[in-house]
C-alpha cells in the first residue's frame, strides 16, 4: 500500500511538472520538457533539504515536538536531511519521465 501512494504520487508531480513545463517554459519535445521538469524537481528538493530542513528546522527550537524534548541530537542530523535530498532525486527521475510523456502527445487542452 506504501508504494502505491508513492508512485501515485510520483506520477502525480510528473503530470502537474509536465503541464507547468508545457505552457509557462513553452517545452514542446519530450526531452525538453523530461529536463526541464527535472531541473525544477532538483532545484526544490535541495532547496527543502539545505534551506528548510538543515538551516530552519534544525536550528529552530519551534519545531521541536512536545514529548521528543530528548531527541535534539536527532533533530540535528544533516545527514538524514541529505540522504531524504539524494532520495528524492531518484524519486525526481520517474517523475522527470511522466512529465515528458505529456509532449508525446501535443494536443493536449490547456484547460487541464
Do not use: Q, R
Not at 505552457?23 to 526531452?31: E, P
Request: negative net charge.
Amino acid at each position: 500500500m506504501f508504494y502505491v501512494k508513492k508512485v501515485t504520487a510520483v506520477a502525480l508531480f510528473g503530470v502537474l511538472l509536465g503541464l507547468l513545463v508545457k505552457y509557462v517554459n513553452g517545452c514542446d519535445t519530450f526531452w525538453c520538457g523530461a529536463l526541464t521538469a527535472y531541473a525544477l524537481w532538483v532545484v526544490v528538493n535541495w532547496y527543502d533539504a539545505l534551506v528548510l530542513d538543515c538551516v530552519w528546522f534544525c536550528h529552530d527550537k519551534h519545531f521541536v515536538i512536545p514529548g521528543t524534548e530528548d531527541m535534539t541530537d536527532a533533530y540535528h542530523d544533516y545527514g538524514f536531511h541529505i540522504k531524504g535530498a539524494l532520495i528524492g532525486m531518484a524519486l525526481g527521475i520517474p517523475a522527470a519521465l511522466a512529465a515528458g510523456i505529456l509532449f508525446v502527445f501535443p494536443n493536449i487542452p490547456p484547460s487541464l
